[in-house]
């Protein structure tokens, strides 16, 4: 957005390209992860689930998609489980509040790996890493252009110091910065979750470990959508008050949900009739009643009859469900004059 500070206008010459990790998928050979290869036939309550293979990205994604030219993000320290923030004196913290811009970082530059991010509330602080510490910068330093490592495994990232290099961002576990001389990539506290709030959809053919395009192609962030099960014609709703249900009005406003794109694969759900209430899970069930925070991201998984499934991000025992199974089907809607056409069905 133009009413951000624009980043340094030059950066250090890019570095080769082993240094930033996590890449795409090969082509070849690619590994099909995140996918439950067979038809659940599965049935259970509201979302529990006890054993299914563990989730990671469509192949063709990573993490560091979400950190693109223009986009606003989250970075959610491995150590608090919170936002990193910064105050009103520019300070950084590891303990901010969700869903509020003060915790928000937008991305101003993406090439060859290397970031820099100011704070969405108080925009001339950048994001920095100093000799003798981690701190906010402004925009006419070059301590603020930060190189992206991707920890795959884990589906984190790490900020290195361009300028002093093996000096990273980090946060311990009382939501203070980390003297930078004293860290490196493996420790925790170096260690960061991405979660995108606003961002540029992909401009990528992702494909299914079956070798097919994936349904995340056609999910734009806000786009409308529906769930169902295709054997009882069931769809899933929120109540006015915030209560799960099923109908077989497919007609029916509440059945409909307004997608947010968090990134790699991860989705939150709202409520296109009640704003208020989106899907979410308490570590026990799906509910009709999550929070700002990542309890109330799911990651969507493929099958192969082309049905998806919804995993709780924060309880991955947890699934969203329609009348008792968790392999469900997915209309994308579009409203019109007060009603809405079904104009992509799985």
């Given amino acids: ?85 910064v105050n009103q004196n520019g300070q950084l913290d590891g303990n901010g509040p969700f869903g509020k811009s003060k915790s928000e970082f937008c991305v101003h530059s993406s090439q060859h790996g290397i970031v820099a991010l100011s704070n969405r509330k108080r925009n001339q602080f950048f994001l920095s890493v100093q000799q003798r510490q981690t701190c906010t910068s402004r925009s006419d330093n070059d301590d603020i252009t930060l190189l992206l490592h991707a920890i795959s495994h884990k589906g984190y990232v790490a900020f290195e110091s361009l300028v002093y290099p093996e000096f990273f961002l980090a946060i311990d576990s009382t939501g203070k910065t980390v003297a930078p001389q004293n860290t490196h990539l493996d420790m925790k506290e170096a260690q960061f979750s991405v979660r995108a709030k606003e961002q540029l959809h992909r401009h990528a053919d992702i494909m299914t470990a079956f070798g097919r395009p994936s349904i995340v192609n056609q999910l734009n962030d806000k786009a409308l959508i529906q769930f169902g099960n295709k054997h009882t014609k069931k769809y899933l709703g929120i109540s006015n008050i915030g209560q799960l249900f099923h109908t077989a009005d497919s007609a029916d406003s509440l059945t409909i949900f307004i997608i947010h794109d968090r990134g790699a694969g991860v989705y939150s759900f709202q409520s296109h009739a009640n704003s208020g209430y989106c899907l979410g899970s308490d570590g026990n069930c799906v509910n009709g009643k999550g929070k700002p925070d990542q309890s109330s991201d799911f990651r969507l998984l493929e099958n192969i009859d082309r049905s998806v499934c919804l995993q709780s991000l924060t309880s991955p025992q947890s699934f969203v469900s329609v009348d008792n199974t968790i392999a469900l089907s997915m209309n994308l809607v579009h409203i019109e004059t007060g009603e809405h056409q079904t104009i992509f069905t799985m």
Wanted: proline share 25%.
């Fill in 1 to 85: 957005p133009s009413s951000y500070p624009p980043p340094p206008s030059t950066y250090p010459p890019p570095p080769p390209p082993s240094s930033t990790l996590g890449a795409n998928c090969p082509s070849s050979p690619c590994t099909p992860v995140g996918f439950i290869q067979q038809t659940p036939p599965y049935q259970f309550p509201y979302g529990i689930i006890q054993s299914v293979p563990s989730p990671a990205a469509p192949c063709g994604m990573s993490i560091l998609d979400v950190l693109k030219e223009g986009s606003v993000v989250e970075l959610i320290c491995s150590t608090t489980g919170n936002p990193l923030y």
